[in-house]
C-alpha cells in the first residue's frame, strides 16, 4: 500500500494512506452515466429499425468499450496506490511513480505556487479527495496526489503550505488553519465582497427576450416588406440568442458556484457544482493582478479580478520562444468599488506598504503617431485579405452575363472601395480611443498599466517579480520611429504588459527606470 510519510525529524511522523476502497466505487459510480447511454442508444436504434445488424453491431462495440473503461477505472486506483510513492522532506516532496518506465523527481517548496483540492461528484458521495501541487513548470501531473480522505487531505495540504512559506524565508509569519479558522483564533474572512450574480443574471435574460422581440419583428416586418425571402431573418435571430444563451449561462453558473475567503496569509477560490475545486494560494507566491471590465461590467457597474501566480497554462511567449506558465485564479462579478477594495487589500497582503502611483505617460509619453501606424498595421493584413476575398468573389460571379448585366463591374469595384474606406476609418476610431486610454504609472514598489476600449484592463505587477525586461521594434516600428518597451513576470508575458509606442529617447530612459526599480524591488526580497 502507497503511503505518504514525512520525513522531517522535526515533526510527529504520519502516513496517508489511500483509500482505495472508496476510490473504486467512486470511480465506477462516475461510470454508471456511461451504462445508461449505451442502454439509450440500443433502444432507441432497436425500436426504430429492429432488423439492422448495424445498429447490434455498435451497441456491442460501444457495450466493449464500456467493459474496457469500466475495468481501467476499477483498477486504476490500485496502480496509483502500488505504484505511486510521496515523501515529505525538509526540501521538498519526493515523488516515486510510473510501472514500466519509473520516474522519480522533487517538487521543491520554495517553487510551489499552490496546492489545489479536488473532489469529483464520485469523489464527494464517499468523502475522499486528490491534491494537485503547482509549481511554474508546465506539466502538473507529478504533482498530483490521490484518493486521501478529506482529513487527511485538508491535513497535508496545510503542511505544504506552511513548508512553503517557511521556504520564503526567515521572516514569514505562518499561522495555521483549522477548518477555516487560524490556529491563534482569527477567522478566515469569507467573501469579504460579494460576487454579484443576479445583476448579470437580470441582464441576460433581458438581452434573451429583447433578441426575440426583435428577430419576430424583423421576420414579421421582413415578411410585409420582402414576402417569403424574409424567412431567413428568423435564423440569424434564432442562432444569436442561442449564443446569447449558452455563453450567459456559461457565465452565469461559473459566477454562482464561485465563492472565495481571504486568510492571514493566503488567497483561497472554491468553485463548487458538479465538482468541487478548492485553491489556496499563498499571497507571497501571487506575481501580479489584472482587473477587468468589459462592457456589460461596466454597465452594472461590476468588475472581476484575478490573481495571477505562474503556474498551470503552459504559454510561449512570442519574442523569445521561450516556455513559462501561470495560473489565474478569477473572481468575477464584484461591485466596481470592492474590486478595487480587495485589489488593495490583496496587494498590501503581498507586502506592498504603497499602493498609490505617480502617471508615467506624462513624463514618457505615446508618440501621437501611434494610431496611425496601428492602422497601416490593421489594414495591411485584414485590407489585403477582403481585396483578395473579394476578387474571387468576382471572378467566381462577373464572369457570368446574367450577373455582370444587372451589377457592372465598376459599380462592384467602388463598393469595395467605400467598405475599405469604412473599415479604415473605423479602426482608425478604435486606435485613436485606445490611445486615449492607454495609461501607465507607477511607485517605488508597483507598475501599473491599464488599457482597452471595449474590456479595460489593469495591470498591477510588483517590480521584484520582474523577469525581464527589454525593447524592440517591428517593421512599422521602424519606419514611424516608434519603440516597445516589454516587462514580464512569471504571471505575465512580455506582449501582455508592455508600453506601446514611444520614441527611442523615453524608450530609453523608461527601460533605465524600470530595471533600477526592478533591482531595488528585488534587493527587498
Do not use: C
Not at 448495424?54 to 462495440?61: F, K, P, R
Not at 503547482?134 to 495540504?157: C, F, H, P, W, Y
Not at 466596481?336 to 477594495?341: E, F, M, P, V, W
Not at 451589377?407 to 476609418?425: E, R, S
Amino acid at each position: 500500500m502507497a503511503t505518504i510519510s514525512l520525513r522531517a525529524k522535526t515533526e510527529q511522523t504520519k502516513a496517508y494512506i489511500p483509500l482505495v476502497g472508496r476510490a473504486v466505487a467512486a470511480r465506477a459510480v462516475e461510470t454508471v452515466p456511461f451504462l445508461f447511454l449505451i442502454i439509450f442508444f440500443a433502444l432507441g436504434s432497436f425500436l426504430s429499425n429492429p432488423s439492422d445488424k448495424g445498429n447490434l453491431l455498435i451497441v456491442a462495440m460501444m457495450g466493449i468499450l464500456f467493459v474496457a473503461l469500466l475495468i481501467w477505472r476499477l483498477v486504476s486506483p490500485f496502480f496509483i496506490a502500488t505504484f505511486e510513492r510521496y515523501e515529505i522532506g525538509a526540501d521538498g516532496i519526493h515523488i516515486s511513480s510510473g510501472i514500466i518506465q519509473k520516474k522519480q523527481g522533487i517538487l521543491l517548496y520554495n517553487q510551489i505556487q499552490d496546492v489545489q483540492e479536488h473532489q469529483s461528484i464520485g469523489d464527494r458521495w464517499f468523502g475522499i479527495m486528490n491534491l494537485t501541487i503547482k509549481t511554474m513548470a508546465a506539466g502538473q501531473g507529478v504533482g498530483r496526489i490521490s484518493n486521501l480522505s478529506v482529513e487527511d487531505g485538508r491535513d497535508l495540504k496545510e503542511r505544504l503550505r506552511t513548508r512553503t512559506i517557511q521556504s520564503m524565508g526567515p521572516g514569514r509569519k505562518i499561522v495555521k488553519t483549522i477548518d477555516g479558522n487560524t490556529r491563534d483564533g482569527t477567522s478566515m474572512i469569507e467573501s469579504p465582497f460579494p460576487i454579484n450574480t443576479k445583476k448579470k443574471a437580470v441582464l441576460w435574460i433581458i438581452s434573451l427576450v429583447a433578441i426575440g422581440i426583435l428577430g419576430i419583428g424583423a421576420s414579421i416586418a421582413g415578411a410585409i416588406a420582402l414576402g417569403p425571402l424574409a424567412i431567413g431573418f428568423l435564423p440569424v435571430a434564432l442562432a444569436i440568442a442561442l449564443i446569447v444563451f449558452f455563453r450567459g449561462l456559461d457565465r452565469i453558473i461559473y459566477s454562482a458556484a464561485t465563492s472565495y475567503a481571504i486568510g492571514p496569509d493566503f488567497l483561497e477560490k472554491r468553485y463548487s457544482l458538479i465538482a468541487k475545486t478548492s485553491t489556496r494560494t499563498p499571497f507571497a507566491k501571487i506575481q501580479d493582478i489584472l482587473h477587468t471590465r468589459n462592457i456589460l461590467d461596466r454597465l452594472l457597474g461590476l468588475a472581476g479580478m484575478e490573481a495571477e501566480t505562474g503556474a498551470k497554462q503552459a504559454i510561449e511567449e512570442m519574442n523569445k520562444g521561450e516556455k513559462m506558465s501561470r495560473f489565474r485564479e478569477l473572481i468575477p462579478n464584484l461591485n466596481q468599488t470592492d474590486s478595487l477594495k480587495l485589489q488593495e487589500q490583496i496587494i498590501r497582503k503581498m507586502g506592498i506598504k504603497e499602493t498609490t502611483t505617480t502617471d508615467l505617460r506624462a513624463t514618457y509619453p505615446l508618440e501621437r503617431i501611434k494610431p496611425l501606424k496601428k492602422t497601416i498595421g490593421f489594414m495591411g493584413i485584414w485590407g489585403t485579405a477582403i481585396i483578395i476575398a473579394f476578387a474571387v468573389i468576382m471572378w467566381s460571379t462577373m464572369s457570368k452575363p446574367e450577373i455582370s448585366a444587372i451589377v457592372p463591374q465598376w459599380i462592384a469595384w467602388a463598393g469595395l472601395l467605400v467598405i475599405l474606406v469604412i473599415v479604415t476609418l473605423l479602426n482608425l476610431a478604435y486606435e485613436i480611443a485606445y490611445f486615449k486610454t492607454y495609461d501607465y504609472s507607477d511607485n517605488a514598489e508597483i507598475l501599473t498599466l491599464k488599457k482597452g476600449v471595449f474590456t479595460i484592463t489593469t495591470l498591477t505587477i510588483p517590480y521584484r517579480n520582474i523577469q525581464h525586461i527589454f525593447v524592440d521594434q517591428d517593421l512599422l516600428d521602424r519606419i514611424f520611429g516608434l519603440y516597445d518597451v516589454h516587462v514580464a513576470s512569471a504571471g505575465t508575458t512580455g506582449m501582455e504588459l508592455h508600453i506601446d509606442g514611444v520614441n527611442k529617447d523615453n524608450a530609453s530612459r523608461l527601460r533605465d527606470l524600470l530595471i533600477r526599480r526592478t533591482t531595488k524591488g528585488t534587493a527587498k526580497r
